[in-house]
DNA sequence: TATTGTTATACTCTATAACTATA
DNA sequence: TATAGTTATAGAGTATAACAATA
């Protein structure tokens, strides 16, 4: 991404922006790039983009966990999922075994390698929530999970509603 | 987008986020592909995209509005803006005019269509707009708001500060 | 029949760099 | 030399649909 010769939006009286200075959506983009960007910087060009990281993360705390239960944990299709742990496997960082009772699945696990280089990354991770937590601050960094929360979940289609779920 | 064999990974207990559950472009990704597919919903398969949509809410609001300074207050590349007013004039809701004091640029304006059209997807961008006002709620969404502006300038990096600002 | 994961494919959004025409 | 806008191109990130293996 990195923009060169763009301003950020927001520091910009002179430019109207009308409906769009109260449209929640736009700042949300804005926000997501700056905070995606911030991350990428952060890890460096060699390393995991911040979608594998994600992968990566949850596979960590989570031993052996199925590809469409980490699809819906990460909010990606299986498809998408499938693209990403096979980077993480060429990588070496996880390792996939098909489950005896049900061979259909396969569990993931990070290896020993993986574990490092997660390590290592959720170190550098912690360096740019630091960066983010000093812009807002704790209370406000709480407020805005919560809400966050409450938009992804107010707004879900119907068909994302999870299967046990009401 | 629209996923329909995911879940709202705000809500799965059984899985183990770790890092990414205090990670905030995790939960700003999340929200801002939920109020996009929404507002895209509401728009319908025939409408404007919502970034053009953007474009032509700037350009409607700040007639006369160069390439350029629509790329600072929409924040994207100069490049990225060309395709979309292409779209837009395409469809006839724009339509620019070179400047004749300076024969680089071009002025861009909403043409009679483009306003009725505007209109229309601005009362669609209300409805919108509407509904995550009802999840969120007045005072947490002006917090939201002031918190993601706070982002976006806050991780800004050198190169993104606008020319005018020290 | 239904589900897990894979593949092939395509789409959206966007930026970079090189270019032109003006300044 | 510098700037406004264009073009060609590429890349990230992602989904859909059809499929094979398995349940």
Redesign the interface.
């Known amino acids: 991404m990195?923009?060169?010769?763009?301003?950020?939006?927001?520091?910009?009286p002179d430019?109207?922006?009308?409906?769009?200075e109260?449209?929640?959506?736009?700042?949300?983009?804005?926000?997501?790039?700056?905070?995606?960007?911030?991350?990428s910087?952060e890890l460096g060009p060699d390393s995991l983009k911040?979608g594998n990281f994600?992968l990566l993360?949850?596979i960590?705390?989570?031993p052996g966990?199925t590809q469409?239960?980490l699809?819906?944990?990460?909010?990606?299709?299986?498809s998408s999922v499938t693209a990403g742990l096979r980077q993480l496997e060429d990588k070496g960082l996880i390792e996939r075994t098909r489950l005896e009772d049900d061979r259909r699945s396969y569990a993931s696990r990070a290896t020993p390698e993986g574990c490092v280089v997660y390590e290592r990354i959720?170190a550098k991770?912690?360096n740019?929530?630091r960066?983010?937590d000093?812009?807002?601050g704790a209370k406000?960094?709480a407020?805005?999970?919560s809400?966050?929360?409450?938009?992804?979940?107010?707004?879900?289609?119907d068909?994302?509603?999870?299967?046990g779920?009401p």
Chains 1, 2 share one sequence.
């Open positions: 990195t923009i060169v010769d763009t301003a950020p939006a927001t520091d910009r430019v109207e922006l009308g409906i769009l109260e449209f929640l959506g736009f700042y949300l983009r804005l926000a997501y790039e700056s905070a995606f960007d911030d991350f910087r911040p994600a993360s949850i960590f705390e989570n966990i469409t239960v699809a819906r944990a990460s909010g990606r299709d299986k959720a991770a912690r740019h929530m960066r983010l000093r812009i807002v406000r960094k407020l805005l999970m809400t966050l929360k409450d938009i992804v979940d107010g707004l879900a289609e068909g994302e509603t999870p299967a779920r």
